[in-house]
C-alpha cells in the first residue's frame, strides 16, 4: 500500500500491556509496510532499550522518537490528564496531532483518558455533541458493520443518536467503501412503536434525517440481524452498544471452543479438523481483533484510534494501516455541512 510522503503518524509508545516492545516493533514493520513515517512518542531510552533486545541497534529509517518522560496510568482520572499528566506520552501525541505535526494518532493506554484529551486538545468537529466509538465488525453478508456507540457515551439524548447516524453514514461511505450505507437504529423490535423514549424520538430525528437524503435510514433493527449484515450502520447509546459488541465477542469465543472440542473429540474427528483448518483459521482471522488495529474516535477534528490494551505488534502494525486510511478518508468537512443543514431545518420546522 503506497502512501503520500507527507502522511506522518503519531504513535503512543507507552500505552497499552505489552508497550514500549509492541507498539515499537509494530511501528519498525508498518514503516517497511506502508512507507509512512512514524513518530513514537514516549520516554526515548526505554523505546531505544525494546530496539536493542529485538536486534535493532540504530534507529531505522522513517522511525522517529519524540521524548516524553509522563505515562498515563489507567487509573488516572481522565478529566485530569491534560493538566495533570501534560508530559505523558499520550498528552503530549494529541498535543502533536492537534497542532498539525501529524495526519492521525493511535494509542493502546486508557480509553477514557484518550477521549478526554482527544476531545479537549483535538477537538470535535463543529456541531458535534459527542464523539463516539465505531468499531467495524465483520458481518455474515461478508462486509462490515458500523456500531456505534459502543461504549464512550452510556447515557445519550436523541440528538446524540442521531449525529451518530450521521457521523457513522460518512465513515461507512468513505473509509470501508460502503454505497448508500443503510443506517439502522437498535431496538427490540422493528416497528417504529418500539423501545424507550430515547429510541422513539430518535427513530423520529433518524427518519427526518433520511426524508432529507442526508442518511439512508432503515428504520429500527433488532440485535440478532446486527452481525448478518441487516444493516450497514447500527446507531445505540453506548451502554446498549457496549454490551451488544460484547456479547458477540462472547458468542464467538463460545462458538469458537465448541469447534475446538468437537475437532479434538477423537482420531475421525481430528482428521477432519485438519481437512477444515485453513477455513477455520480465516473465520479466527476474521474475529481476530489484531487484524482489525483499532477503533476509530467517530466525531474529532482528526482521526484518533484506540487500539485494544493488549495490542501485540500485529495489533499496532494493523493499527497504523488503518489510521493511515482514516487520514486519506478524512469526511471531518462534509460531516460538518451535514450537520448544518440538520440545524437549518431545525429551526425551519420551529418558525
Known amino acids: 500500500m503506497e502512501s503520500e510522503s507527507i502522511m506522518r503518524i503519531i504513535l503512543d509508545a507507552m500505552g497499552g500491556d505489552n508497550a514500549p516492545k509492541a507498539p515499537v516493533m509494530g511501528a519498525i514493520q508498518a514503516v517497511k509496510t506502508y512507507n509512512v513515517p512514524i513518530v513514537l512518542v514516549g520516554r526515548g531510552e526505554e523505546i531505544l532499550k525494546a530496539m536493542r533486545e529485538e536486534g535493532i541497534q540504530e534507529l531505522p529509517d522513517g522511525v522517529e522518537i519524540c521524548n516524553a518522560d509522563d505515562v498515563v496510568d489507567m ?55 459527542r464523539a463516539a466509538m465505531g468499531p467495524a465488525m465483520p458481518n455474515k453478508a461478508g462486509g462490515k458493520t458500523v456500531l456505534l456507540d459502543c461504549g464512550a457515551n452510556a447515557e445519550c439524548t436523541p440528538e ?23 443506517v439502522g437504529l437498535l431496538n427490540i423490535g422493528t416497528e417504529d412503536s418500539k423501545g424507550t423514549p430515547l429510541q422513539k424520538e430518535a427513530y423520529v430525528l433518524l427518519k427526518e434525517a433520511g426524508d ?98 493488549a495490542s501485540d505488534a500485529l495489533a499496532f502494525h494493523n493499527a497504523i494501516g488503518q489510521a493511515i486510511d482514516a487520514a486519506k478518508a478524512d469526511f471531518s468537512a462534509e460531516l460538518e455541512e451535514n450537520l448544518q443543514q440538520l440545524s437549518a431545518l431545525k429551526e425551519k420546522q420551529n418558525d
Request: net charge positive; glycine share 14%.
Open 160 to 182: 446524540f443518536l442521531l449525529q451518530f447516524g450521521l457521523v457513522g453514514s460518512l465513515y461507512a461511505e468513505h473509509s470501508l467503501g460502503i454505497q448508500k450505507p443503510r
Open 75 to 129: 487509573h488516572d482520572d481522565p478529566a485530569s490528564i491534560v493538566h495533570k499528566r501534560k508530559n505523558s506520552s499520550m498528552v503530549v501525541g494529541l498535543k502533536m496531532l492537534a497542532d498539525g505535526q501529524g495526519d492521525a494518532f493511535i494509542s493502546a493506554g486508557s480509553t477514557g483518558a484518550l477521549l478526554t484529551g482527544a476531545t479537549l486538545l483535538v477537538k470535535r468537529v463543529k456541531g458535534i455533541r
Open 212 to 309: 432529507q437524503g442526508l442518511i439512508h435510514f432503515v428504520g429500527n433493527v433488532e440485535a440478532r440481524d446486527v452481525p448478518l449484515g441487516a444493516v450497514d450502520v447500527v446507531v445505540c447509546d453506548g451502554f446498549s452498544g457496549n454490551v451488544l459488541l460484547k456479547s458477540i465477542e462472547g458468542t464467538a469465543m463460545f462458538m469458537g471452543s465448541l469447534m475446538k472440542h468437537m475437532f479434538y473429540k477423537n482420531l475421525l474427528t481430528k482428521i477432519g479438523g485438519l481437512i477444515c483448518k485453513s477455513g477455520v483459521n480465516n473465520i479466527k482471522k476474521l474475529l481476530d481483533y489484531r487484524e482489525i488495529g483499532g477503533t476509530q474516535f467517530l466525531g474529532i477534528r482528526k482521526p484518533v484510534i484506540k487500539a485494544h490494551g
